[in-house]
């Protein structure tokens, strides 16, 4: 009875051994990079030399953060492939925290969209409080809300691939970084000539 325990206990052992060994946390827990934008998907990129170029457009200041708008221009010296599209640089302090891509196709919803914000007022509802926004596919958030109706109507931006809270922006900063945008849509567009 003892030496059937024991061989048991032995060959239970020897299974266990066998089993596949624990996967470090950072492997189970991670998933792979999707690229959610055509310039992301340069990241991807192996077995050639892939050239950013940047110009930034302009760079507003609010609350202890800020938020810089910058053309790209990627190519891929294999393929030849060239993407076009803005970088926008969400930081707090001196310390960049996110970085959002948005392609080229999506430039003019973005200005259609904040063209709604910058015309936004309690004219749109009846209701006590709004929030009205705006998604890319790379994840930059604008959004204009009020939570009382005799409030103000306020404004913010954010990375929603991240934890970090909004940016908030007043009205004229919302409209600089309107016009930071369409200076890049004007200079990609000579660049794609």
């Known amino acids: 009875m003892i030496m059937a325990k024991l061989n048991a206990f032995l060959l239970a052992l020897a299974s ?21 934008t055509r310039l992301e998907a340069f990241e991807t990129n192996t077995g050639s030399v892939v ?9 507003i200041s ?18 030849g492939r060239t993407e076009y ?12 925290e996110d970085i959002l891509l948005l392609d080229y196709d999506e430039i003019d919803s973005l200005l259609n969209a904040i063209d709604v914000f910058l015309n936004i007022d309690w004219s749109i509802t009846s209701m006590n409080s709004f929030d009205a926004s705006y998604t890319s596919k790379g994840g930059l958030r604008i959004s204009a809300y009020s939570l009382r109706r005799s409030g103000v109507i306020e404004f ?29 849509k004007t200079k990609l567009d000579s660049l794609r000539k």
């Open 156 to 184: 913010s931006v954010r990375s929603l691939r991240s934890t970090h809270p909004p940016l908030p922006l007043f009205r004229d900063q919302v409209s600089q970084v309107r016009q930071f945008i369409a200076q890049g």
């Open 51 to 59: 050239l950013k170029t940047t110009t930034q457009m302009g760079l």
């Open 16 to 36: 266990w051994a066998l089993l596949p060994g624990a996967a470090p946390a950072q492997l189970t827990n991670g998933y792979p990079f999707v690229p959610q």
């Open 85 to 96: 599209g803005l970088v926008f640089i969400l930081g707090e302090g001196s310390a960049v």
């Open 62 to 79: 609010a609350n202890g953060g800020a938020l810089a708008v910058r053309c790209r221009q990627i190519t891929d010296s294999g393929s």
